[in-house]
């Protein structure tokens, strides 16, 4: 059918539309008219994956310019694939109706694991062996290896994307995780690396949560979306939890012993390379300070997703200090500088002397002295690791503030917090300049870089726990440090700082009110929408003369109300039954948060049930 939307013509694929759908999407298209965020609530079952699919996509056809894409995020992968659905059956709904067919690309993002069809990495059954393996095959430094020694084993698909994918765009059509990997197949490109770069110019990207707010994989995945975009976050009643374990970490005795392996392997391949190409370490380090400052760049122009892991701090104060240099420096441009740094930021091309010009000085002096040479950053790491031990040595609970472990790191080992808040990007830098083939077996030592930046960049909203014993083996000890965040909108800011509206929609968001809070944003529409009573596909609870409970599922009678129901047992003589509406005190039964009496402790109890009262919020849908 069609719809008129507060002026807007929608497109909806089904024969009849529920009042409360048509009220969801008048507040959806108040909120995209806004360019702000919304929070609405409408119970499970009553279509608001079609209802926003048909309302945003009306809305991106009406105006191109205001909404570019519909980043959908859900949890997990089959409800991903139901999204997937309904968005097809939409966009064949308006064919049939317009007689052509839209110029629309919609499509799934899922992990490696998910989407991988080498014969020998698709075999392998968890998620880092994947990703780990994918990555010995398809690195920068191991493709040039292959193609001066076929012996060396590289990835047939993603040279195939690499040589021709990137020249002919995904055609325009709707693929789940299947489509994507049967074509795939018969292109012989990477399904995965395929679909990461067709979310560039997709209308409508689904893929999960984490894409989004796990800083590390929304650095590599969604920094490139543009700001005119709509997210959706479907299912958002854990969504704080989501974001609360994207920021968390816990190191165990174990991971502390698996970093000194990975230490000793880091020293050794050093060694190796000093021995071989010395040229190549002192390469290394001015990559690093180009990469900040590309980082820096890439954010003015309003095209990086701001990465928790990365300090603000480090990259905000600088812009202003580098446009001053430059201005007071200006001339050189003209006659050129003795710039050590590649790319110099006054004359372009540097490289010509052994220290920073004026203009590239601030970048230079933000990375730390002590941890420049990849040589004095593994020694700073292993004198992290030995104090990371020594705290695991606990016979009692130990709960401390980020700015309390840091003195206390101070104190007794002498490292600052500034070298600290480096470590994640100086790893990474380090593992790409010794060629690291597999760097799932350095997760060990990534984790532990990742604590000591996170530790180091935020002193407020987490917390570290250090427990002498693990909750799985409470009488064994088993030392385990927790870091955890205690605000959920520290990974969720960057989302709604990016891009114009954000939407937050479950069947389960009361009280309304308390997102808001524990995610520090303003919306501009806030709703909550009821079930229709009258429609055929409802489960009436329906209560026995003996008390005996049933659910009862079938055909409703005229006006949407429940026929009665008549049992007949060999034992007792025939029971008339009907449908409960008010529990024993003659309140109405409901599910709503706002009628409930019981919060924190169980429900009253009642006649006919175990534990059930009148506002038990389990009776509406007739569970037990």
Not at 79 to 91: N, Q
Not at 406 to 427: G, M, N, Q, T, Y
Not at 446 to 475: C, H, M, Q, W
Request: aromatic share 8%; hydrophobic share 40%; with cysteine.
């Amino acid at each position: 059918m069609k719809l008129n939307i507060d002026g807007l013509l929608v497109y909806f694929p089904y024969d009849y539309i529920y009042p409360e759908q048509y009220s969801y999407m008048l507040e959806l298209k108040r909120t995209l008219d806004a360019k702000g965020h919304g929070v609405l609530e409408m119970p499970s079952g009553t279509g608001k994956t079609i209802s926003l699919l048909s309302l945003i996509v009306a809305y991106q056809r009406a105006f191109p310019l205001e909404v570019t894409k519909l980043i959908y995020c859900s949890r997990t992968v089959p409800e991903i694939e139901k999204v997937i659905e309904e968005l097809r059956k939409l966009l064949d709904f308006h064919e049939k109706q317009t007689g052509e067919k839209l110029p629309f690309l919609g499509l799934a993002l899922s992990s490696r694991k998910n989407l991988c069809i080498h014969p020998e990495v698709s075999t392998l059954r968890f998620g880092k062996e994947v990703d780990g393996k994918c990555f010995s095959l398809t690195a920068s430094y191991v493709r040039a290896q292959h193609q001066q020694d076929d012996s060396i084993a590289s990835c047939r698909f993603f040279e195939e994307f690499d040589a021709l994918g990137r020249q002919v765009p995904l055609p325009y059509g709707v693929y789940n995780l299947d489509d994507l990997k049967a074509y795939g197949r018969q292109k012989g490109w990477c399904p995965y690396f395929l679909a990461r770069y067709s979310i560039l110019h997709a209308n409508i990207v689904v893929y999960s949560y984490h894409y989004l707010l796990d800083p590390k994989i929304a650095d590599l995945v969604s920094k490139e979306l543009a700001r005119k975009s709509v997210v959706v976050f479907d299912e958002a009643h854990n969504i704080d939890n989501v974001c609360i374990d994207s920021m968390g970490v816990n190191i165990t005795r174990k991971t502390l012993d698996r970093c000194q392996g990975n230490v000793a392997t880091l020293q050794a391949t050093i060694q190796n390379i000093k021995e071989t190409d010395a040229q190549k370490l002192k390469e290394e380090y001015r990559r690093l300070v180009e990469g900040l400052r590309e980082a820096n760049v890439a954010r003015e122009t309003d095209v990086y997703l701001a990465n928790p892991v990365l300090p603000d701090e480090i990259l905000q104060g600088m812009p202003g200090v580098l446009r001053l240099a430059i201005a007071v420096w200006s001339p050189l441009r003209k006659r050129g500088c003795v710039c050590a740094l590649e790319s110099c930021m006054c004359c372009g091309a540097g490289g010509r002397g052994s220290d920073p010009c004026l203009s590239c000085r601030p970048l230079a002096e933000a990375v730390p002295g002590n941890i420049r040479t990849a040589e004095h950053f593994v020694g700073f790491l292993k004198r992290f690791l030995e104090y990371l031990k020594s705290r695991l040595r606990v016979h009692h609970v130990v709960q401390e503030s980020p700015p309390s472990f840091l003195k206390d790191v101070f104190e007794k080992v002498c490292i600052e917090r500034k070298p600290l808040r480096f470590c994640a990007e100086r790893l990474r830098s380090l593992l790409r300049t010794l060629e690291i083939a597999d760097v799932a077996d350095f997760s060990p030592i990534t984790l532990i870089s990742n604590f000591a930046t996170l530790v180091s960049t935020y002193s407020k909203g987490f917390t570290i726990i250090i427990e002498p014993f693990d909750d799985r083996t409470p009488t064994i000890a088993n030392p385990i440090l927790h870091f955890s965040c205690m605000d959920a909108s520290i990974a969720i800011k960057p989302v709604f700082e990016r891009f114009q509206s954000v939407i937050i929609t479950s069947g389960t968001l009361s009280p309304l009110d308390i997102y808001p809070k524990i995610l520090d944003f303003r919306p501009v529409t806030m709703a909550t929408f009821t079930m229709t009573l009258a429609r055929t596909c409802l489960c009436p609870m329906v209560s026995l003369g003996g008390g005996i409970p049933l659910s009862w599922r079938g055909p409703s009678g005229e006006g949407g109300l429940a026929k009665p129901l008549t049992r007949s047992c060999p034992s007792t003589p025939s029971l008339r039954s009907q449908i409960v509406g008010r529990g024993n005190d003659q309140v109405a039964i409901s599910s709503k948060f706002e009628t409930r009496e019981d919060i924190g402790g169980p429900p009253p109890a009642g006649p006919g049930r175990p534990g059930g009262g009148a506002s038990w919020p389990g009776a509406a849908s007739g569970s037990w």
